[in-house]
T-cell receptor, first 120, second 113 residues
Framework: GAVVSQHPSRVICKSGTSVKIECRSL??????MFWYRQFPKQSLMLMAT?????????EQGVEKDKFLINHASLTLSTLTVTSAHPEDSSFYIC????????????????FGSGTQLSVL | AQSVTQPDIHITVSEGASLELRCNYS??????LFWYVQSPGQGLQLLLK??????LVQGIKGFEAEFKRSQSSFNLRKPSVHWSDAAEYFC???????????FGQGTILTVHP
């Protein structure tokens, strides 16, 4: 089946540094990728939606200047947490939507394995 | 706005027992409904999804779910739980913007031998 590769799986960084998380669709083209955040003992919350070649759409309350999303190709989207602080420590997970034959029921949605970010 | 409620935060069952995880949703139109499973430190694995048609949906690992429009529910069931089913389960709803999902709070399943 289709696979979404997300790296790194775990990262520890110092406060004030930036961290980049990659999300790759390995065997399909992902026109849209979604980035979620999951705080401990909470559910996943959508942060932003990125379409290949265009600016990401951020959910209310998510700082676009802090969470930079780039979706430059049909197989890669990156999330950069800029000037990370301890409150940014969270589990970040991406999902990628692949297009089948164009009928909506053929569209596939796959999740990466997630990135645990710890900011010291 | 769409929302999902999973009333049970934590459920404990004995291995071999039946399981039902509850999910209620709020959505203005016909929803796309999903159940995902997440093991500690792992990503999400899709168990099953409902788009239309037969309201009883079969998924992987012996799971099934039933869409009940009148009750706005999409409960997950399994007739006999295995120890390997211990994980956290998320119900999610999406709409025409396929892929943009709203998740419930999750239900942690513990399986006793």
């Amino acid at each position: 089946g289709a696979v979404v590769s997300q790296h790194p799986s775990r990262v520890i960084c110092k406060s004030g540094t930036s961290v980049k998380i990659e999300c790759r669709s390995l065997d399909f083209q992902a026109t849209t990728m979604f980035w979620y955040r999951q705080f401990p003992k909470q559910s996943l919350m959508l942060m932003a939606t990125s379409n290949e070649g265009s600016k990401a759409t951020y959910e209310q309350g998510v700082e676009k200047d802090k969470f930079l999303i780039n979706h430059a190709s049909l197989t890669l989207s990156t999330l950069t947490v800029t000037s990370a602080h301890p409150e940014d420590s969270s589990f970040y997970i991406c999902s990628a939507r692949g297009i089948g034959t164009g009928v909506i029921l053929d569209e596939k949605l796959f999740f990466g394995s997630g990135t645990q970010l710890s900011v010291l | 706005a769409q929302s999902v409620t999973q009333p049970d935060i934590h459920i404990t069952v004995s291995e071999g027992a039946s399981l039902e995880l509850r999910c209620n949703y709020s959505y203005g139109a016909t929803p796309y409904l999903f159940w995902y499973v997440q093991s500690p430190g792992q990503g999400l694995q899709l168990l099953l999804k409902y788009f239309s048609g037969d309201t009883l949906v079969q998924g992987i690992k012996g799971f099934e779910a039933e869409f009940k429009r009148s009750q706005s529910s999409f409960n997950l069931r399994k007739p006999s739980v295995h120890w390997s089913d211990a994980a956290e389960y998320f119900c999610a709803v999406g709409g025409t913007s396929y892929g943009k999902l709203t998740f419930g709070q999750g239900t942690i399943l513990t399986v006793h031998p």
